[in-house]
């Protein structure tokens, strides 16, 4: 009987190359798996599929995983308002990281002999893929067979083109990826440190110029409403981004440090997961205290690099997000931001639970909480200690 391999497919040019290469030249029962982070749409689901089994796979299984992925990691990242290096919603480091455990399920499932990925040897996915197999089905062997031979994408093409398989030279020019938190963008602009993607290389061309107002709902940090309408938080992400990416919202260059130790650049564009964390945050600044506020910096700036990392499987990651839920019992209102071609604003929230309420005085008015008097010697004390230090040691009198 032949060795069963599990293979995380998205029928792109690396992984198409690996069905071949697992069937034909390992002679391995490929079960190809699609897990469907938000990307795809039924129909070209079904073209995947195809595909997959046309090139020789033994079986094949999309994995709807919309709902868990946010459930177990973008209400996280919504809640830390989590931006890499103050720019990049984690669009892909967050998927895989479902991605990858969902198929750590599956082969555990069908009892595999071998878990295959189609990284490369350069970038962080490789790492994400494997520790997290490492992590949850260690009886399990990895096969990587781009990243082992070292493949160009030249060559990729050529070896499928060779086996009878067509590949669209142009449109590999371009590595997207789509999910619901974003789509990333690579080519041979982000391999530089002075060129940026052509209009062309963006997924959504920009088609909307008429500026206009949008609203969204929070309750208990998550959004629940956009426009007026109560969805569920997948959809108001999903409503929102149809909206907003066509103004070419979101649109940027990450250039950040990869988990192997190399600085590396990826454009994205990610409109509704930009506007969310803005609008989130912007709600929170009223909602919040100070010091909620800025441990929720310190333990989101973590969660966000260890999820980029691909440890989301740390115990830490459990106790964080448990910090992260209990802070949003107040964040709750609704944030009205306005569209404009490549920007927005947020204008204005409105939410019972804000803090800078009227009751207790106006910032730079007036207040209704304590006298002059009160704030003279309180004034006083707050500054005593380094009054002190600067007597003793500044000699001053």
Same mark, same amino acid.
């Given at each position: ?46 073209? !995947? ?32 308002? #989590? ?5 990049? /919603? ?6 895989? %990281? ?19 990925? @189609? ?11 494997? $520790? ?24 990729? *093409? ?28 690579? @080519?041979?602009?982000?391999? +530089? ?20 107002? #949008? %609203? ?7 959004? !629940? ?8 938080? +997948?959809?108001?992400?999903? &409503? ?32 509704? /997961? ?40 740390? /115990? ?30 947020? *204008? @204005? ?6 803090? $800078? ?6 910032? @730079? ?28 040691? &500044?000699?001053?009198?």
């Amino acid at each position: 009987m032949k060795k069963k391999v599990v293979l995380a497919y998205s029928g792109g040019l690396d992984t198409s190359y690996c069905v071949i290469y697992l069937t034909r030249d390992l002679g391995l029962e490929v079960h190809s798996v699609l897990v469907n982070t938000g990307g795809f749409s039924d129909e070209e689901l079904k073209q !995947v599929e195809k595909r997959a089994y046309d090139m020789g796979v033994t079986s094949h299984r999309t994995v709807d995983e919309v709902e868990n992925y946010y459930e177990s990691s973008i209400k996280y990242l919504i809640f830390g308002n #989590v931006l890499k290096n103050a720019t990049y /919603p984690l669009s892909v480091s967050a998927e895989r %990281v479902s991605q990858a455990t969902a198929i750590a399920k599956y082969a555990k499932e069908i009892n595999a002999d071998f878990v295959a990925h @189609g990284s490369t040897g350069a970038g962080n996915d490789q790492v994400r893929f494997d $520790m997290i197999f490492n992590i949850l089905i260690p009886e399990v062997a990895i096969i990587t067979p781009i990243r082992d031979m070292q493949l160009s994408r030249e060559e990729e *093409i050529a070896y499928l083109q060779k086996h009878g398989v067509e590949f669209n030279a142009e449109k590999a020019k371009y590595s997207i990826n789509k999910g619901i938190w974003g789509t990333s963008v690579g @080519g041979k602009e982000t391999l +530089t440190s002075d060129q940026t993607l052509p209009e062309e290389a963006w997924p959504t061309p920009i088609t909307s110029t008429e500026a206009q107002k #949008v %609203v969204i709902e929070f309750k208990q940090g998550e959004p !629940v409403a956009l426009n007026g309408v109560q969805l569920k938080p +997948t959809e108001v992400i999903q &409503k929102l981004q149809k909206i907003a990416q066509p103004y070419g919202i979101g649109r940027d260059i990450h250039v950040g440090d990869t988990i192997i130790g190399i600085k590396g650049r990826v454009g994205f564009e990610a409109a509704a /997961p930009i506007i969310i964390i803005k609008a989130h945050h912007t709600l929170e600044k009223h909602t919040l205290t100070k010091w909620q506020l800025s441990w929720k910096d310190q333990l989101a700036a973590f969660y966000g690099n260890w999820m980029h990392e691909g440890q989301f499987h740390d /115990p830490v990651m459990r106790d964080i997000e448990a910090f992260l839920s209990n802070s949003q019992e107040f964040v709750n209102g609704k944030v009205i931001v306005e569209l404009n071609p490549h920007r927005f604003q947020i *204008i @204005g929230i409105e939410s019972e639970n804000d803090l $800078m309420s009227n009751k207790f005085g106006s910032y @730079g008015e007036m207040n209704k909480s304590w006298t002059a008097d009160d704030v003279k010697g309180f004034s006083k004390i707050f500054g005593n200690q380094v009054m002190i230090w600067h007597k003793i040691n &500044k000699g001053e009198n």
